[in-house]
Protein backbone atom coordinates (compact mmCIF):
# COMPACT_ATOMS: atom_id res chain seq x y z
CA UNK A 1 0.00 0.00 0.00
CA UNK A 2 3.00 2.68 0.59
CA UNK A 3 4.79 1.69 -2.35
CA UNK A 4 1.32 2.23 -4.47
CA UNK A 5 1.28 6.19 -2.60
CA UNK A 6 5.11 6.60 -3.40
CA UNK A 7 4.26 5.80 -6.74
CA UNK A 8 1.31 8.12 -6.80
CA UNK A 9 2.82 11.32 -5.43
CA UNK A 10 5.67 11.09 -8.46
CA UNK A 11 2.82 11.46 -11.03
CA UNK A 12 1.00 14.52 -9.09
CA UNK A 13 1.94 18.09 -9.52
CA UNK A 14 4.08 19.53 -7.14
CA UNK A 15 1.85 21.75 -6.32
CA UNK A 16 -0.93 19.15 -4.61
CA UNK A 17 1.57 17.67 -2.67
CA UNK A 18 2.57 21.40 -1.15
CA UNK A 19 0.19 22.93 1.60
CA UNK A 20 -1.67 25.35 -0.09
CA UNK A 21 -1.36 28.14 1.68
CA UNK A 22 2.68 28.40 1.76
CA UNK A 23 5.80 26.34 3.07
CA UNK A 24 4.92 26.91 6.90
CA UNK A 25 2.06 27.43 8.87
CA UNK A 26 0.98 30.33 10.59
CA UNK A 27 -0.81 31.49 13.65
CA UNK A 28 -4.01 32.81 13.97
CA UNK A 29 -4.67 33.98 17.24
CA UNK A 30 -7.06 32.38 19.33
CA UNK A 31 -8.74 35.22 20.40
CA UNK A 32 -10.58 35.41 17.64
CA UNK A 33 -12.52 31.77 17.46
CA UNK A 34 -12.89 32.11 21.41
CA UNK A 35 -16.87 32.21 22.58
CA UNK A 36 -17.89 34.69 25.07
CA UNK A 37 -17.18 34.33 28.62
CA UNK A 38 -13.73 32.54 28.27
CA UNK A 39 -12.32 35.36 30.63
CA UNK A 40 -14.97 35.08 33.11
CA UNK A 41 -13.77 33.47 36.57
CA UNK A 42 -15.30 30.35 37.64
CA UNK A 43 -16.24 29.41 41.17
CA UNK A 44 -13.03 27.65 42.01
CA UNK A 45 -11.08 30.64 40.98
CA UNK A 46 -9.97 29.62 37.54
CA UNK A 47 -8.79 32.18 35.67
CA UNK A 48 -6.29 31.17 32.23
CA UNK A 49 -3.57 33.23 30.60
CA UNK A 50 -4.25 34.38 26.77
CA UNK A 51 -1.82 31.87 26.20
CA UNK A 52 -2.90 28.77 27.81
CA UNK A 53 -3.33 25.58 25.99
CA UNK A 54 -6.71 24.77 27.90
CA UNK A 55 -8.46 27.77 26.24
CA UNK A 56 -8.39 25.36 23.36
CA UNK A 57 -11.80 24.17 24.84
CA UNK A 58 -13.73 27.17 24.37
CA UNK A 59 -12.89 27.57 20.51
CA UNK A 60 -15.90 28.40 18.68
CA UNK A 61 -17.90 27.31 21.82
CA UNK A 62 -19.60 29.30 24.83
CA UNK A 63 -18.06 29.13 28.31
CA UNK A 64 -20.62 28.40 31.11
CA UNK A 65 -20.09 30.24 34.30
CA UNK A 66 -22.57 29.55 36.35
CA UNK A 67 -22.80 33.09 38.83
CA UNK A 68 -24.56 31.84 41.70
CA UNK A 69 -21.74 29.94 43.99
CA UNK A 70 -22.70 27.57 46.13
CA UNK A 71 -20.79 28.63 49.22
CA UNK A 72 -22.87 32.05 48.90
CA UNK A 73 -26.15 30.28 48.54
CA UNK A 74 -25.33 28.15 51.41
CA UNK A 75 -24.20 31.65 53.35
CA UNK A 76 -27.88 33.27 52.66
CA UNK A 77 -29.26 30.15 54.69
CA UNK A 78 -31.04 31.31 57.75
CA UNK A 79 -29.81 29.57 60.94
CA UNK A 80 -31.74 26.93 62.47
CA UNK A 81 -32.22 28.06 65.99
CA UNK A 82 -32.92 24.90 68.42
CA UNK A 83 -34.10 24.54 72.18
CA UNK A 84 -32.18 21.12 72.23
CA UNK A 85 -28.19 20.26 72.69
CA UNK A 86 -28.69 18.41 69.53
CA UNK A 87 -30.33 17.92 66.36
CA UNK A 88 -29.96 15.93 63.37
CA UNK A 89 -30.25 17.21 59.59
CA UNK A 90 -31.07 15.40 56.90
CA UNK A 91 -32.39 16.20 53.10
CA UNK A 92 -36.05 16.32 51.40
CA UNK A 93 -35.38 12.84 49.57
CA UNK A 94 -32.79 10.79 48.46
CA UNK A 95 -29.80 13.44 47.59
CA UNK A 96 -27.18 11.57 49.07
CA UNK A 97 -27.39 13.44 52.37
CA UNK A 98 -27.37 10.58 55.35
CA UNK A 99 -29.28 11.92 58.84
CA UNK A 100 -26.33 13.53 60.62
CA UNK A 101 -26.47 14.11 64.25
CA UNK A 102 -24.95 17.38 65.34
CA UNK A 103 -23.92 18.57 68.82
CA UNK A 104 -24.76 22.19 69.42
CA UNK A 105 -24.50 22.70 73.24
CA UNK A 106 -21.20 25.13 72.41
CA UNK A 107 -21.95 28.64 72.10
CA UNK A 108 -21.20 28.45 68.46
CA UNK A 109 -23.12 27.39 65.42
CA UNK A 110 -22.84 23.52 64.51
CA UNK A 111 -22.56 23.16 60.86
CA UNK A 112 -23.91 19.86 58.86
CA UNK A 113 -20.63 18.71 56.40
CA UNK A 114 -23.39 17.73 54.05
CA UNK A 115 -25.72 20.40 53.39
CA UNK A 116 -23.90 23.32 55.26
CA UNK A 117 -27.01 23.95 57.29
CA UNK A 118 -25.96 26.10 60.06
CA UNK A 119 -27.40 25.26 63.84
CA UNK A 120 -27.04 26.93 66.90
CA UNK A 121 -28.87 26.55 70.68
CA UNK A 122 -31.26 29.47 71.49
CA UNK A 123 -29.54 30.84 74.43
CA UNK A 124 -26.37 31.52 72.25
CA UNK A 125 -28.04 32.98 69.21
CA UNK A 126 -27.78 36.98 68.49
CA UNK A 127 -29.16 38.10 65.17
CA UNK A 128 -26.71 40.62 65.25
CA UNK A 129 -23.98 38.47 65.26
CA UNK A 130 -25.69 35.17 63.63
CA UNK A 131 -28.20 36.75 61.05
CA UNK A 132 -31.57 35.67 60.17
CA UNK A 133 -33.17 32.50 61.67
CA UNK A 134 -35.99 29.52 61.64
CA UNK A 135 -36.77 27.55 64.17
CA UNK A 136 -36.39 23.66 64.04
CA UNK A 137 -39.75 22.69 63.98
CA UNK A 138 -40.06 25.14 60.82
CA UNK A 139 -36.87 23.83 59.66
CA UNK A 140 -38.12 20.34 60.39
CA UNK A 141 -41.57 21.07 58.46
CA UNK A 142 -39.32 21.87 55.55
CA UNK A 143 -37.74 18.73 55.26
CA UNK A 144 -41.47 16.78 54.71
CA UNK A 145 -42.72 19.12 51.88
Known amino acids: MAALGRTLVRFLPKQAITRPYGSSL ?3 GSKDFEGKNVDTVTHTGEKMEPGDWRRGRFVDKVKLVNTRFAIDLIAED ?16 ALGHPKVYINIDKPEVGVCGYSGRKFIQKKYYNEAQHGPSITYEEYLEDMKT
Open 78 to 93: PVVVCEASNVWSSSKG
Open 26 to 28: TSV
